[in-house]
């Protein structure tokens, strides 16, 4: 499958809030993942994933999801996230706005970084 298919199938799977069936579909046994900050700032191999969007998902409630892209470069590609969503421990309620770049290997997900915007 094209690095293209795969970006919009998983933008499409995002768009619908369907971040768990995403990664089970596309992350490699080995993903990396990068945030710029916090406990989970490296997390290294699928379970270690599956626990960062546990953790995610625990914490917030996500009230609507808004993609652009996927913008595509060679076995590269970018998504910008816009979720409206609440934190729960405070109950503020946030938009977050973030850009998703994902490297594939062989068809997966060897690695993503995420930036956060404002």
């Not at 094209?2 to 199938?9: C, F, G, N, Q, Y």
């Not at 409630?61 to 910008?80: C, K, S, T």
């Not at 421990?89 to 956060?116: C, H, P, Q, S, W």
């Amino acid at each position: 499958m094209s690095t293209e298919k795969i970006a919009k199938d998983l933008a499409a799977l995002c768009a619908a809030g369907k971040f768990d069936e995403a990664g089970e579909k596309y992350w490699a046994d080995d993903v990396t993942s990068f945030e710029p900050r916090g406990d989970m700032a490296v997390s290294r191999g699928k379970e270690a994933a599956r626990d960062k969007g546990k953790w995610w998902a625990g914490a917030h409630i996500v009230h609507g999801v808004e993609l652009a892209g996927p913008y595509v470069n060679g076995d590269q590609f970018a998504l910008r996230f816009t979720i409206d969503m609440t934190v729960k421990e405070t109950g503020v309620r946030a938009t977050m706005d973030e850009i998703g770049l994902y490297t594939l290997k062989n068809g997966k997900i060897a690695e993503e970084r995420f930036f956060y915007l404002g």
